[in-house]
């Protein structure tokens, strides 16, 4: 059973990910994601889960994720939601400002705390690639695009990760398309 909880626990690093419209891979170092169960939901829209998204440049600088203050600004500052009637690591996610009816898919796929992975897809991947029968999600667009490897370690571990490729093509998951996300000089803290 997935626990939202457990999962929300620590800091995720982004070791690979499919670079789409907004993940463009000139932005894409040192990424990471944190999520906080919060004790009450968000009024009017009721998300359950804050989550900050945090990317660097090349030259190490913050993306435009954070605002000119340092904060998290409208693109990171993202909420997420256990649909009812889904299985519970089947996630809604979008900015917070937003109704649940902008929510895009965020679905942990395969995920195991002790291993300290986590692979993550914005959807049901359904577009065929020709690559054996795999699927991939869409790429230019918001919602229902995206896969992630994530770690629970800044440092990469190349065998674990080719372990995780090898689930998601277990599951039909197309991975030619993921790219490295490096974490070397990071600024993060």
């Known amino acids: 059973d997935f626990d939202v909880e457990q999962y929300a626990s620590g800091r995720w690093y982004v070791h690979e990910q499919v670079n789409i419209v907004y993940l463009p891979p000139e932005d894409s170092f040192c990424s990471f994601a944190e999520y906080t ?30 605002d000119d203050e340092g904060n998290p600004g409208e ?32 679905w942990i796929v395969a995920y195991n705390e002790t291993a300290g992975y986590s692979l993550v897809s914005g959807g049901q991947p359904n577009i065929p690639t020709g690559e054996d029968g795999l699927c991939r999600n869409r790429i230019e667009t918001r919602n229902k695009s995206g896969l992630w490897i994530f770690l629970r370690s800044a440092t990469r571990d190349d065998e674990l990760i080719e372990e ?8 039909g998951i197309d991975t030619s398309l993921l790219n490295p996300v490096p974490h070397v000089n990071c600024s993060y803290a």
């Not at 009450?40 to 994720?65: H, K, R």
């Not at 909420?79 to 809604?92: D, N, W």
């Not at 995780?164 to 599951?171: M, T, Y």
């Open 37 to 66: 169960v919060l004790q009450e939901p968000t009024t009017p829209f009721g998300y359950t889960i804050q989550v900050f998204n945090y990317d660097e440049d090349a030259l190490g600088n913050p993306s435009a994720l954070l």
């Open 75 to 106: 693109e990171s500052n993202l909420c997420a939601y256990q649909p009812r009637g889904r299985e519970a690591s089947k996630l809604g996610v979008c900015p917070c400002f937003l109704p649940k009816l902008f929510a895009g898919p965020y």
């Open 164 to 171: 995780i490729k090898d689930i998601a093509r277990g599951l």
